[in-house]
């Protein structure tokens, strides 16, 4: 009997586990299925919402377009226009919209442009106002060195009491008394017993003495003959001339030889022209 009894006991204990861990499964499982059917319950909810939320923003636009529908039909009965032509007239305004965002971007465009030319030309003008800077400097020099040179020409008293003036000895000193300004020259060359008009006035040579470089000379103004006896080179010979009358001057700078002498005939500026040079 005993042996037969043993047997039950061992299969009773085995069977209670395995309903032990079913019914923890269970439990869990149901747990499981609960969170879940929290979350989709939450989740159909907020669905629910959205769709609310749609159907009032849809009930919201459908009355802001009847609204707009009725203003745009006041404002076409107003202004006497049809539909046909507020589209028109919308498009119009569209394209003059566009076309002004075209115009903007097109007076960007020349306004850059315009200002690179102004950045161009301002550097133009201050590489002009170097170069002025550089001739006025040039400038400043050259009359510094003629200021030089004009007081290393000769200053001697002509054959007129109290009247001495600076002369030239060459022809580039003659050029040195032309930028002076205040007189004008003019250059001679004349040969013997032969009379040349020289500015408003004549002149012949008589005489020439070359190895004592000497010379006379007759000097005719005003229809009347000055003589000019025994004059030396670089002599101013002076003789006044004109209505008003103003001083001139005579200087032969070289005895050539026994028929001819060269030098130069000194006015002042305001004296009468002679017809060839007016």
């Known amino acids: 009997m005993s042996e037969f009894d043993s047997t039950p006991r061992t299969y009773s204990g085995a069977l209670l586990g395995a309903i032990a861990v079913a019914v923890v499964a269970a439990v869990a499982g149901l ?18 919402e959205s769709r609310q939320e749609n159907v009032k923003m849809a009930a919201e636009l459908r009355e802001t377009n009847a609204r707009l529908r009725v203003a745009t039909e006041e404002l076409g009965k107003s202004q006497g226009l049809t539909q046909k032509e507020m589209e028109s007239k919308a498009q119009e305004i569209l394209r003059r919209e566009q076309a002004a965002e075209v115009n903007s971007q097109r007076l960007e465009a020349s306004q850059k442009e315009t200002a690179q030319q102004v950045s161009a030309v301002s550097s133009e003008v201050s590489n002009v106002k170097t170069d002025v800077g550089g001739v006025k ?131 002042p500026k305001n004296a009468p022209a002679p017809p060839s040079v007016k």
């Open 137 to 267: 400097s040039d400038v400043a020099k050259t009359q510094s060195q003629l200021a030089t040179a004009l007081s290393q020409l000769e200053s001697v008293k002509g054959d007129l009491s109290d009247h001495g003036s600076l002369i030239a000895r060459n022809h580039d000193e003659l050029e040195l008394l032309r930028h002076k300004g205040d007189r004008t020259f003019y250059e001679f060359t004349i040969a013997k017993n032969n009379r040349k008009p020289v500015g408003t006035v004549s002149l012949e040579l008589k005489k020439a003495d070359p190895k004592k470089n000497t010379f006379t000379l007759i000097v005719y103004s005003d229809d009347k003959p000055v003589s000019k006896k025994d004059k030396g080179v670089n002599e101013p010979l002076q003789f006044y001339s004109g209505k008003d009358p103003l001083l001139f001057e005579v200087v032969v700078n070289a005895v050539n030889n026994k028929n001819q002498v060269t030098g130069y005939l000194s006015v």
């Open 31 to 48: 747990i499981w299925s609960s969170s879940i059917s929290g979350r989709v319950t939450a989740q159909q909810a907020e669905l629910a």
